[in-house]
Structure formats: C-alpha cells, structure tokens
C-alpha cells in the first residue's frame, strides 16, 4: 500500500515528503509512543504510526529504516522535527484520528502488523 493510499484511508496531510506519496510503499505497519518498543519489535520498511511529535522519534525512524511516520490524534511535529524529516527525506503524515481508529481502518485495508 503506498503512502498516497493510506493519506486516502485516513484523511491525512502530508506535513513533509509529499513527492514521494506515490513511490513509498509499506507492507507493515506498528504503533507505539514508545521507541524503546518499536526499535525492539518493528519491522524495517513499516509505517510508524505514533502520538510522539519529538526529534527522537526521528531519531528512531532512522535507526530502523522506517520510511514514513503517521502521527496520530492531531499531533503537529514540531518544526525541528520536520526539518530532520526533510533532511532525511522521512515523510511525515497527519491524521486527527486516534490510534486504535488509525490501527483498525489500516489493518481492514489489507496493512499487516509487524508481530
């Protein structure tokens, strides 16, 4: 499922990383607002979807080669978040949806979890 699909699924924007919606593609997807959790049980190549709009979670999306992060529940990054998203060319997704609604359409729409 492409980036492009999922901003369809969930009503979001892109915050950043908007030319590459059509070309990334995300087999897997895993929520948590803790990175200790997703750098011990996601995949690389999943989606991130998180509440967590700090620097570290950035951080993170590097470490494990995630190619796009969902925030959730309306959470605007930060602008130095952005920027380190635009420098690593990591795009950045908005919904006003909460998590468990974010989970749920994504897994319905064919997204499988990453445990």
Same mark, same amino acid.
């Given at each position: 499922?492409?980036?492009?699909?999922?901003?369809?699924? %969930?009503?979001?924007? !892109?915050?950043?990383?908007?030319?590459?919606?059509? +070309?990334?593609?995300?087999?897997? *997807?895993? *929520? +948590?607002? %803790?990175?200790?959790?997703?750098?011990?049980?996601? &995949?690389?190549? *999943?989606?991130?979807?998180?509440?967590s709009a700090c620097f570290e979670t950035l951080e993170t999306a590097? %470490?494990?080669?995630i190619p796009a992060v969902l925030f959730v529940n309306g959470k605007?990054?930060?602008? #130095?978040?952005? +920027?380190? *998203?635009?420098?690593?060319d990591i795009p950045l997704l908005l919904t006003e949806k909460s #998590?468990?609604?974010?989970?749920?359409? %994504? &897994?319905? !729409?064919?997204?499988?979890?990453?445990?």
């Amino acid at each position: 499922m492409t980036l492009n699909d999922i901003v369809a699924i %969930l009503d979001a924007k !892109a915050v950043c990383g908007m030319e590459k919606l059509e +070309s990334v593609s995300v087999p897997y *997807a895993y *929520a +948590s607002d %803790l990175m200790s959790d997703v750098i011990a049980f996601c &995949y690389p190549g *999943a989606l991130l979807i998180t509440s967590s709009a700090c620097f570290e979670t950035l951080e993170t999306a590097q %470490l494990m080669e995630i190619p796009a992060v969902l925030f959730v529940n309306g959470k605007q990054p930060p602008d #130095m978040t952005v +920027s380190q *998203a635009v420098e690593n060319d990591i795009p950045l997704l908005l919904t006003e949806k909460s #998590m468990f609604y974010t989970v749920g359409l %994504l &897994y319905e !729409a064919g997204i499988k979890p990453c445990l």
